[in-house]
């Protein structure tokens, strides 16, 4: 019996033996997924764009999307300023129900997305240094600073689930934890302060019937534990030579979904096809599993890694040949 790409997915993410691994590709044609976007309040002032927290972005000539280069609160304590964005307005949903209508008639697996979910967003707001500092000698601040944030990103999740209730089937966010080497604060501290704001977060999509999905970069190892016990079902990993293959299967293999690739930094961008074949080879012996944990997946970006079209299309190929092997189908065909 042929699966829908809703059925493949939700197969893989909750280990029950997907038809075949699921891909999200859309750059190449195939993806058994449709985002949801809604509308923000983003805004340009004196030629500068502010997203809808009132953060300012910058480009460089590096083709990416930026970074934050205005923060707009001064110090931690300036949180009691802050004006959150307000969520439950209409016109920010008000093409959404044509694109899910557009999904369920091809019977796509639905997700919306937050963008910069609390810890990436607070030091958009305060700045990198000050959150760092702040989580030490401003505990008092930073909470308050963390729960303001989190009271906006329930409002936002609470009203896609009002509006639209469990034809929307996910939800992913970014949190970026760590640089090369390892985590930007200790797993202890991350524990203390971040968990149970985390784990409140995904007990409210999970209590309207949406996956949860989280993306981080970096080193992250001691950290996947964590977003597992809060109740993340999918873990988004784009460095997995970083992190380490063999290692993270053996630790985490069977316990929460992996969303991954090639290496974005040292394989994908060289298009070395030896290197694209192995990484696929390996995130299939120590990554998958027969009843599913693993969704093949895009970077997104690929001028900001460097990835050419011929080393997108080998891996899709070395993909389809693990999917045919561990799943006994491979993906399907490219346009």
């Given at each position: 019996?042929v699966?829908?790409?809703r ?5 893989a ?8 691994l699921?891909?999200?590709m859309a750059?190449?044609g ?8 809604r ?5 340009v ?8 927290w009132?953060c300012?972005?910058e480009?460089?000539d590096?083709?990416n ?16 300023s802050?004006r ?5 307005q ?6 959404c129900?044509?694109?899910?209508r ?7 697996y639905?997700q ?6 609390l810890f990436?967003?607070m ?5 990198f240094?000050t ?7 401003d505990?008092?601040?930073?909470a308050a600073?963390?729960?303001k944030?989190?009271g ?9 689930q009002?509006?639209?209730?469990r034809r ?7 949190d970026?934890?760590g ?6 604060i200790?797993?202890a ?15 409210v999509?999970?209590?309207?019937g949406?996956?949860v ?7 992250i190892?001691?950290?996947i534990?964590?977003f ?12 997995p030579?970083?992190l380490g293959i063999?290692a993270i299967?053996?630790r985490?293999r ?14 994908l ?6 290197k ?7 995130l299939?012996l ?9 969704i093949?997946?895009?970077y997104?970006?690929?001028?900001a ?7 997108k ?8 040949r693990?999917s ?12």
């Amino acid at each position: 019996m042929v699966s829908s790409s809703r059925e493949i997915v939700y197969a893989a993410v909750h280990f029950q033996r997907p038809a075949r691994l699921p891909v999200r590709m859309a750059s190449l044609g195939v993806d058994d997924t449709a985002w949801i976007w809604r509308k923000t309040a983003d805004r340009v002032e004196n030629g500068a764009r502010l997203d809808e927290w009132g953060c300012r972005w910058e480009h460089t000539d590096v083709p990416n999307m930026g970074q934050v280069k205005g923060h707009p609160l001064s110090c931690l304590a300036a949180h009691e300023s802050l004006r959150v964005p307000d969520y439950s307005q209409d016109w920010m949903y008000e093409e959404c129900d044509a694109v899910l209508r557009a999904a369920e008639e091809h019977e796509k697996y639905t997700q919306a997305g937050i963008f910069m979910v609390l810890f990436e967003r607070m030091h958009a707001l305060a700045g990198f240094e000050t959150v760092l500092t702040g989580l030490l000698d401003d505990r008092d601040n930073a909470a308050a600073l963390a729960d303001k944030i989190l009271g906006a990103q329930i409002n936002l999740v609470r009203n896609f689930q009002e509006r639209f209730g469990r034809r929307l089937h996910s939800f992913s966010m970014s949190d970026d934890w760590g640089s090369q080497r390892a985590t930007f604060i200790s797993p202890a501290l991350w524990y203390e302060f971040f968990f149970p704001r985390y784990k409140r977060l995904f007990e409210v999509m999970h209590a309207g019937g949406q996956d949860v999905w989280v993306h981080s970069c970096g080193r992250i190892n001691e950290l996947i534990q964590g977003f597992i016990d809060a109740g993340a079902d999918v873990i988004n990993l784009q460095q997995p030579r970083a992190l380490g293959i063999a290692a993270i299967g053996e630790r985490y293999r069977g316990k929460v979904a992996f969303e991954s690739l090639a290496d974005i930094q040292v394989t994908l961008p060289t298009g070395d096809v030896d290197k694209i074949r192995a990484d696929a080879e390996e995130l299939g012996l120590h990554w998958m599993l027969p009843e599913g944990g693993f969704i093949f997946s895009d970077y997104g970006d690929d001028r900001a890694i460097g990835a050419p079209e011929a080393a997108k299309r080998c891996m899709y190929a070395a993909f389809s040949r693990v999917s045919e092997r561990v799943y006994g189908a491979p993906l399907p065909e490219l346009p």
